[in-house]
């Protein structure tokens, strides 16, 4: 079934490094793609979408591109912030897109 | 405007008891969608209800079981609690039941069984 696939963390960085999660996704037909974001003690938040092969989605100064050809939607941000530590979730829609189907989550911690 | 609300915060039950979650939608979505998310895992999808009627269903045994009110908020009930059920507790609420309109997410019931 459709699925997504997401780098294990947690992934920890200093700030205004370059932040790089990976996502790669099975499904039929080209869904969308999201990513969802989660602050320690919080629920979900949508992060970014992207909802046809090639688009760009971006919030916040983070960017994924969907991408066929390697079946990809990798989140990434130029510097990142202690603010951003939280854990990251990609997601695709599936049983004919009425549900979230979700990554296992990335955790990321950044420090000073 | 208020966004989804979800009570109660936090719950401690005994193996065996019966526990009701309940929602409360952004105002105008009509659709609710209920996740559990163990510790560590992605949210996994337990409902979907819009207008009142049960849209999906994943992959939990009959002993949870949900419902939508005619105001859209909406209650999961889980009987017969297991060590396992504990988890967070997730309801999302959108304007329709297509993933074209975007889930908004509350902050949760923390459900603990002992």
């Known amino acids: ?112 | 405007d208020a966004g989804v609300t979800q009570s109660p915060t936090h719950l401690i039950k005994t193996r065996g008891q019966h526990v009701t979650l309940r929602c409360s939608p952004i105002s105008g979505h009509k659709s609710v969608s209920w996740y559990q998310q163990v510790l560590g895992q992605g949210p996994q999808f337990i409902f979907q209800y819009y207008e009142k009627e049960e849209r999906g269903r994943g992959n939990f045994p009959d002993r949870f079981s949900a419902r939508q009110f005619p105001n859209y908020s909406s209650e999961l009930n889980v009987n017969a609690l297991l060590l396992g059920d504990s988890a967070l507790y997730l309801c999302a609420s959108s304007l329709a039941g297509a993933l074209t309109y975007e889930q908004y997410f509350g902050p949760g019931t923390r459900l603990t069984v002992t």
């Open chain 1, 1 to 112: 079934g459709d699925s997504v696939t997401q780098m294990e963390g947690p992934v920890t960085l200093s700030e205004e490094a370059f932040l790089t999660i990976n996502c790669t996704y099975t499904a039929t037909g080209y869904p969308s793609l999201f990513w969802y974001v989660q602050y320690p003690g919080e629920g979900l938040q949508l992060l970014l979408k992207a909802t046809k092969a090639d688009d760009k989605g971006s919030n916040k100064g983070f960017e994924a591109t969907y991408r066929k050809e390697t079946t990809s939607f990798h989140l990434e941000k130029g510097s990142v912030q202690v603010s951003d530590s939280a854990v990251y979730f990609c997601a695709l829609p599936t049983g004919g897109g009425n549900k979230l189907t979700f990554g296992t989550g990335t955790q990321l911690k950044v420090e000073l």
